[in-house]
C-alpha cells in the first residue's frame, strides 16, 4: 500500500472504531461474507512472550517498527481485511455487568476517551501487493468481537500520528 492510501485507510478504521465505541452502525462492522479466511500463514500457534499490551506497545514503537501488542479485537472493518485492536485493560461494555447497559457489548463508550484513543489502533492483513487482503477476518480461528488476541507485525503512523499495524501473524492471547 502506498503512504498515500495509508491515510484514507486509517480514517476509515478509525472512524468504524469510533462509531462502534459509541454504540455505531452495523453497516460499517464486518459481518460474516462470503469472502474466503485469509491464508494459514496469518496464523501463528501462540503469542511471543514479549508482547506488550497496546498502549504500552503504541507508546515505545515508531513508525516501521517491529511490534508485537496484546489486546481485544473490538471490530472488523467491513470489506477489508483489517480490524480494531483495544488496550486489554480498558473496560468494554460486556464487563459492565448490566445486560442493558448497551446494545453493543464490544463498546468502549464508558472508557476515558483520551486512553481509548491511547489504546486502539487499526491492524490490516495485507496481500501480496501491499493492500489489504480481501479475505474474512471474522471467523479465522474462531476470532470475534471481544477475543483476547496478539497481533504481530509492523507499525505505521500516518501524517496524523494515526496507528495500524501491518501484521505479519495473529495468535490467541497468553
Known amino acids: 500500500m502506498t503512504l498515500r492510501c495509508l491515510p484514507l485507510v486509517s480514517l476509515l478504521a478509525c472512524a468504524a472504531g469510533l462509531l462502534t465505541a459509541c454504540g455505531g452502525s452495523e453497516e460499517l462492522a464486518g459481518g460474516p461474507t462470503s469472502l474466503p479466511a485469509p491464508p494459514e500463514s496469518f496464523w501463528g ?3 511471543p512472550e514479549s508482547s506488550q499490551g497496546v498502549t504500552e506497545g503504541l507508546a515505545r514503537a515508531a513508525s516501521g517498527d517491529a511490534v508485537a501488542l496484546r489486546g481485544t479485537l473490538q471490530d472488523f472493518v467491513g470489506g477489508l481485511a483489517a480490524f480494531i485492536l483495544v488496550e486489554e485493560a480498558l473496560d ?16 468502549y463508550c464508558c472508557a476515558d476517551p483520551d486512553a481509548l484513543r491511547a489504546g486502539t489502533v487499526t491492524v490490516e492483513l495485507r496481500d501480496g501487493e501491499g493492500m489489504p487482503g ?4 471474522q471467523g479465522f ?3 470475534d468481537r471481544l477475543s483476547e488476541i496478539c497481533v504481530e507485525g509492523t507499525l505505521e503512523r500516518d501524517s496524523a500520528g494515526n496507528p ?3 501484521a505479519s501473524r495473529i495468535s490467541a492471547a497468553l
Open 45 to 47: 500457534a501462540s503469542a
Open 92 to 107: 468494554h461494555c460486556a464487563e459492565m455487568g448490566d445486560d442493558d447497559h448497551c446494545p453493543t457489548p464490544w463498546d
Open 134 to 137: 480481501a479475505w474474512q477476518v
Open 141 to 143: 480461528h474462531g476470532l
Open 164 to 166: 495500524l499495524i501491518v
